[in-house]
């Protein structure tokens, strides 16, 4: 009887704890530093979503960025990129005001007036989720461009880059 009490009372306190639920998560990020293998700097901002479900911390779902500008330069010469990304993100809200994530891009696109590539990334972030409606956050991304194309011609590429970017979110859980 003790047992099948303390089973019920179990139970019931992790249901009343639990919930499950749908994750909306638009953000903006600016890159504060970054580097490509091909010794460019890259400064820029862009914006994008998560979309995923949430049940007891743990989330799971759809990481799209649609519309980023980046202006990469050396010491000659400096380029604006328009980036796009689609990949799919793990986090975990930890209980104490903290939330992680991993995200991996299985689309990765770059593209200037004249030159475009595409590959994979992966992000990795950190939120602080004290503030009221508001996440801020600070996020690493490293990404491999495989194909690349210039005036029309279209090659293999070996180029990476990294970026470390602050980031602001507004995440609801509906």
């Known amino acids: 009887m003790k047992k099948l009490l ?9 249901s009343l704890s639990a919930h499950a639920g749908i994750l909306i998560d638009p953000y903006i990020g600016y890159t504060v530093s ?10 820029g901002s862009d914006m994008g979503a998560r979309l995923g479900f949430t049940n007891m911390g743990l989330g799971f779902g759809v990481d ?5 500008t980046h202006t990469y330069k050396d010491a000659t010469t400096s380029t604006d990129y328009t980036r796009s990304n ?12 903290v939330r992680g994530y991993a995200t991996y891009f299985v689309n990765s696109k770059i593209s200037s007036s004249a030159a475009s590539a595409t590959g994979t990334a ?3 972030g950190v939120q602080y989720t004290g503030f009221p409606l508001i996440a801020i956050g600070v996020e690493y991304y490293n990404m491999a461009y495989k194909d690349a194309e210039i005036g029309g011609i279209k090659f293999t590429s070996s180029v990476t880059e ?7 979110s507004v995440p609801f859980n509906l």
């Not at 303390?6 to 992790?14: G, N, R, W």
């Not at 970054?34 to 700097?41: H, I, K, L, R």
């Open 64 to 68: 799209a960025t649609v519309a980023g």
């Open 122 to 124: 992966t992000k990795l």
């Open 86 to 97: 689609m990949g799919v993100f793990v986090s975990y809200h930890f209980p104490i005001l």
């Open 6 to 14: 303390a089973t019920i009372t179990a139970l019931t306190l992790l």
């Open 34 to 43: 970054g580097s490509t293998s091909s010794n460019f700097t890259i400064t």
């Open 162 to 168: 990294s970026q470390t970017r602050l980031a602001l």
